[in-house]
């Protein structure tokens, strides 16, 4: 052999691992056969917590350079739809926990206090690192978030705050994005003519329409002008910063032009690894948000309106967390500027040649 022999036990740490589930009913007090499940849910959960991280740091490393090599894009978008995949994977669990009857549960809850999945470092760290800001977080009796942590635990998360989020580096790289201005091609000029003629178009098939009546018209020609007044804002950078402000959008100006010329042409060869990873990161902030509101039914389901052992007020807050914390937003909301691939502006030949592995 190449290397000194190693068995199976020993390699896994079977022995350290396997006395890891002390059962505090059985400590303090009489055993509650269902604490074993609930204690390994969530060294489980932990553990593929580890996984993620070890993934999103390896990705946050390859989108830190200054220009994201070609060969490292895959690896970066292979290991966003691991995550996924590990997300998908975490949800089933709930299914698992929820063999556990609420007086099952009630057998060993007040041995509990005040732990809570607040204080889960490696979850906060996911958020974090992915680009979930302080100022995004739903309000947690009036104090930060990472107050729940032990004191060693603060400054790391202090210290994720404060670096380069994922979001923030999908932002630099979208920015970098070429193609959307050439000599011969510009794609925002383009697309804006595209998308007021279909407006137009709309107007007049309205206006034409015998089996609707003058009523009728009116509020079609108003919802009409209320969606094209939102496109606009993709137009206008003043327009834009409101959308903004309004929380519609986080990523920069450029950025969205970016986003949207990816997905638009994302059957082009070039841009079909950037969709890739856009769709990755809509899956991931799915499969999350499915997750806290699976947390948020099943504490519902299991201690009703009761306050949370960690003093939070249970299913209430994680069903608002749910709805708060997302951080890939704007590419659900870009959806809304989408037009349909026959009216896509055509790219030109030249242009088309570079995004192909073959001659057009």
């Known amino acids: 052999m190449k290397y000194p022999p190693i068995q199976y036990h020993d390699y896994l740490h079977l022995d350290q691992l ?12 009489t055993k509650a056969h269902d604490e074993m499940l609930f204690i390994i849910v969530h060294q489980t ?8 991280l070890h993934e999103v740091d390896s990705v946050l490393a390859t989108f830190s350079e200054s ?5 490292k894009m895959g690896q970066a978008v292979a290991r966003l739809e691991r995550v996924v995949e590990i ?15 609420p007086l099952d549960f009630l057998d060993f809850r007040d041995y509990l206090y005040p732990a809570s999945g607040f204080q889960s470092l490696q979850w906060r760290l996911l958020e974090t690192k992915l680009g979930l800001k302080m100022d995004q977080r739903f309000s947690f009796q ?8 032990k004191s060693d635990q603060q400054a790391e998360i202090q210290s994720a705050l404060t670096s380069p989020s994922l979001f923030d580096l999908i932002q630099n790289w979208l920015q970098r994005t070429p193609f959307l201005q050439t ?3 510009t794609f925002w000029s383009l697309y804006q003519d595209r998308v007021r003629r279909l407006f137009q178009e709309e107007r007049e098939v309205i ?5 609707l009546s003058d009523q009728e018209k009116q509020r079609s020609l108003h919802q009409t002008q209320i969606s094209e007044e939102m496109f606009e804002s993709l137009f206008n950078k003043e327009k834009f910063k409101k959308l903004q402000q309004d929380g519609y959008f986080r990523f920069s100006f450029e950025a969205i032009h970016a986003a949207l010329l990816i997905q638009l042409y994302r059957d082009e060869p070039i841009l079909q690894m950037p969709h890739r990873l856009i769709q990755a990161l809509i899956d991931l902030d799915e499969y999350m948000t499915q997750w806290r509101y699976r947390h948020a039914q099943m504490v519902h389901r299991m201690i009703g309106q009761k306050i949370g052992t960690g003093g939070s007020s249970g299913h209430d807050y994680l069903k608002k967390a749910a709805e708060h914390h997302k951080v890939w937003k704007d590419f659900f909301n870009l959806s809304t500027f989408y037009i349909p691939r026959s009216q896509v502006p055509p790219l030109p030949r030249e ?6 592995y073959s001659e057009v």
Do not use: A, C, H
């Not at 998908?88 to 926990?97: A, C, E, R, T």
């Not at 009036?142 to 942590?149: E, G, H, R, V």
């Open 142 to 149: 009036d104090s930060p978030f990472f107050k729940q942590l």
């Open 351 to 356: 242009l088309m040649r570079k995004m192909r």
């Open 67 to 71: 220009s994201v090599p070609e060969e």
């Open 207 to 211: 206006t034409r329409n015998p089996r």
């Open 18 to 29: 396997l006395k890891s589930q002390t059962l505090r009913s059985e400590t303090l007090g």
């Open 45 to 52: 959960y932990e553990l593929w917590f580890k996984q993620m």
């Open 87 to 101: 997300q998908k994977f975490i949800n089933g669990q709930v299914d698992l926990l929820e063999t556990m009857t």
């Open 183 to 185: 000599q011969d091609f």
